[in-house]
Antibody, heavy 120, light 112 residues
Framework: EVQLLESGGGLVQPGGSLRLSCTDS????????MSWVRQTPGKGLEWVSA????????YYADSVKGRFIISRDNSKNTLYLQMDSLRAEDTAVYFC?????????????WGQGTLVTVSS | EVVMTQSPLSLSVTLGQAASISCRSS???????????LNWFQQRPGQSPRRLIY???NRDSGVPDRFSGSGSGTDFTLKISRVEAEDVGFYYC?????????FGQGTKVEIK
């Protein structure tokens, strides 16, 4: 069973950086594509970025392209999101999600989320 | 970008009654394999989203059979046959085949 646990959220000033982590304890990490999805307080869901199982292929939403980098370390069963040049509008709960590589349905699994607050 | 439009955005339902949520996509959600892909997620208060339905009408493991999905092309529906108290929360449709992945605005379901 996939169990995803995010960490790394917190308060950061505008223009600052933060790195989120997502660890899978279900021993299926390397066979899963992974993604980050965020939810602004009181609002809906916004897909942020995705990465293939090998890490060779990545996708980004236009709103974060050039500022965020998704990566993974399969030896550590860990997904990362490096967030630079943070803006107030990046304030959100960030969820990691995964799905078996090759599945077109996506986002079978979700973590519990970590809150990022961008404020001075 | 594929725009997903849900209606209604809010639904107040009597316990035991049926509820229906509509989702419309700005592009057809048929993949090159000939299948149509559309997900429904439930988010209970204070919880992470949970996928209920994938590929339009397939229930995920553990999802009660009172939840059903239907539709084709660009028009999709999630139905709850008999609403229970644990069904309170938000419901989102999502298209998983065109990048960027996109969600509907969400529909809030509450008990009348």
């Amino acid at each position: 069973e996939v169990q995803l646990l995010e960490s790394g959220g917190g308060l950061v000033q505008p223009g600052g950086s933060l790195r989120l982590s997502c660890t899978d304890s279900g021993f299926t990490f390397t066979s899963c594509a992974m993604s980050w999805v965020r939810q602004t307080p009181g609002k809906g869901l916004e897909w942020v970025s995705a990465i293939s199982g090998s890490g060779a292929v990545t996708y980004y939403a236009d709103s974060v392209k050039g500022r965020f980098i998704i990566s993974r370390d399969n030896s550590k069963n860990t997904l990362y999101l490096q967030m630079d040049s943070l803006r107030a509008e990046d304030t959100a709960v960030y969820f990691c999600g995964g799905w078996p590589e090759g599945s077109h349905s996506k986002l079978d699994y979700w973590g519990q989320g970590t809150l990022v607050t961008v404020s001075s | 970008e594929v725009v997903m439009t849900q209606s209604p955005l809010s639904l107040s339902v009597t316990l035991g009654q049926a509820a229906s949520i509509s989702c419309r996509s700005s592009q057809r959600l048929e993949y090159t394999d000939g299948n149509t892909y559309l997900n429904w997620f439930q988010q209970r208060p204070g919880q992470s989203p949970r996928r209920l339905i994938y590929q339009v009408s397939n229930r995920d493991s553990g999802v009660p059979d009172r939840f059903s999905g239907s539709g084709s092309g660009t028009d999709f529906t999630l139905k709850i046959s008999r609403v229970e108290a644990e069904d309170v929360g938000f419901y989102y449709c999502m298209q998983p085949i065109h990048w960027p992945l996109t969600f509907g605005q969400g529909t809030k379901v509450e008990i009348k």
